[in-house]
């Protein structure tokens, strides 16, 4: 298997305009499904009710659950709380009047204590999406700074656009597929954003050495070469790697009980975008970008020297 | 010729980190806290009011009504409360594992502005007359009371002096807890007592010119006694706080799902073991070992810490355990390609341990420097993320890079490695001619 990665034959950067289109069109796609479906926000981030019900006895999820079904409710989530002599039911929506007093009613009579019925502000979720996203852009910025010293600051621009792209990718998917988005979701996306950090560097680090063994780079011609013949020798590396870390995301999703299930499967898709992004868009758009920069370099410098 | 001195080192080293974990590990992971997503337990936010018109809510102000909030917890025994402020005004508690709630509620919103007064309601004497963290719970007549100690008993005896010359019944001193503007002392003592406002009201009769004053109830219970105590020690929080919500919790992921989740969790690494050994054979064995020592190194340091594990915290886990397995593979990766080139396994382990150091280097500290502004900036959860993300990746660094290193090297400097490219996964026919 080796031996014929090391082998392999593919030319990277040749195709990678078809790369930036796959993208740029899973991109548009991806915008409009938010547009056309948005994100199913779990209670976290919509205002919604929450029902505090009461009992004498032990309560169940089961029973709680089928109660409220046949009332025609369909809660967000049921928790039990107070030792297990208390259910909490949380509802996507504010409920309404008459809703409140038909669910007071009937657990009074059920239960013998009467339910307790608040409002959820989805403020304090919302904060958190907004600071998290405020961290991942000053975040940005420092990766940028370390790279630009350590590397140079177009691959660490680069990096971002790779970071950014994979964020998106999973955003889309769960707009997508509808999976419910709470505060577990922003968890997902972060350690998205960290592998795929991690990702990029570690292929931008062989470009970074084999530009090195390279006498000169003239042209995007050469660049296209070194990032080709990187990402070839760092290719058995990336797919093991993705591979073991798709173990461990699919284990959770498969094994893992239902309510780690959205965050597993987020886990998973961001984790092959990230390899993607890292293998077909973050070098390619390097390589063009340096090639562009070569060339204004060759402009401005020739008539100094002539 | 094999140097057996350095296998038996190798073999002392796995047996001793083997013995070490096996022992411990069981305890390392009963001490684990949960948090509150995956254990249940009582969280409230709340609105913070200024206290009195035309106090500003300066960060500052923030602050010392979370650490006294902190010092309240204290009170409940509650040992992992997570305490956020959140935006300018918020503040947000959480208890992992409170049985009663009503009580954390009460002792939490409190201000526990102590005042004396007259029965009109005059303020003759606050809290802030009182010595700091001097209450305490006495007994009276075998019931337990609390005692305040004054910082000036002339001023308790004019006070005293001039309620004892009112007419009975009003020659009361009226002690209020959180006294609210429009309280009413007549009104309260129409009451039945168990619903009266203030604490108590006892007749002065006499001029009295001691440094301390009794609280003697409504008749308190121990109990009652021992969180007055506490709630005055603890001191007044300099602010209202307003309830916005306060939500029981059982866990949001259920106990179950927990169990779930943690065999899921070694399903993966399981697999991860399997396949590092199928694809890198010598050198995942050495891979497994280490990646065993990084699970049980981040759970003992994150013990140490005091750390509650929340869902986040798992996410920043598995991040952590990719990024152990990546530089793993970076380096026997490394390794591999210099056998190819033909070098023997002695400098083809030198070149590549060299050359993915820097690789792995540079990526862990790019991830570092995200983790470290999502410490700096982030805010409840994302922060809890950034906590467990630094301390994995600097656990990885040292197990990973450090650990194998070490445990590998004393193999290939044993020689009994030498001319075995099989062991790392290579193929003779993959190597080229030299």
New interface residues.
Partial sequence: M??KI?NIDFDFVKHRNKFFMISLALIVLGGLVLAIFGLNLGIDFSSGS?V?ITSEQKLTTEEVSSELDSLGYQPE?I?????GD?A?AAFKDELEKEEISELKDHFTELYGAEPNV????PD?AV??AK??F???A???L??II??AI??EWLQGLA?IVALFHDAFFIIAVFSLLQIEVN??F???V??I???S??DT??TF??IR?NMKFEKKIKDFEDIARVVNKSLV??L??SI??V???V??????T???????RP?AIA?LIGLVAGTYSSLFIASQIWAVWKGKQLKKKKFTTTPNEA | MVKKGRIVAFFLIVLLLGGLIGSTVLGVTKDIKLGLDLQGGFEVLYEVKPAEEGQELSKDLLNSTVSALYKRINVLGVSEPRITIEGEDRIRVQLAGVKDQNQARELLSTQAELTFRTVEDEEKMSGADLKEGAAKVVFQDNQPVVQVALKDPQQFAEITGEIMQKPFPDNRLVIWLDYQEGDSYKEEAQKPADEQKFISDPSVREVLSQNTVIISGPPFTIEEAENLKELLNAGSLPVKLDEIYSTSVGAQFGEKSLDKTVTAGFIGIGLIFLFMLFYYRFPGMIAVITLSAYIYLILVVFNWMGAVLTLPGIAALILGVGMAVDANIITYERIKEEIRSGKSIMSSFKAGGRRSFTTIFDANITTLIAAGVLFAYGTSSVKGFAVMLITSIIVSFLTAVWGSRILLGLWVKSRALNKKPGLFGVKESEIDEL
């Fill in positions: 080796s031996s090391r929450r505090d989530s928790t039990l709380a107070g030792g208390m909490v608040s409002t959820v502000s304090v904060d958190l600071n998290a405020i961290a991942v000053i975040a940005s420092g990766i370390y790279v350590r590397f990096a505060i577990t922003i968890a997902a972060l350690t954003v960290g592998y950090i991690n560097i570690v680090d062989r050495e020798q760092t058995a590396r093991n790697t591979l073991t870390v173990f461990a995301a699919a284990a959770l498969i094994f893992g009980g239902e309510a780690i965050f886990l």
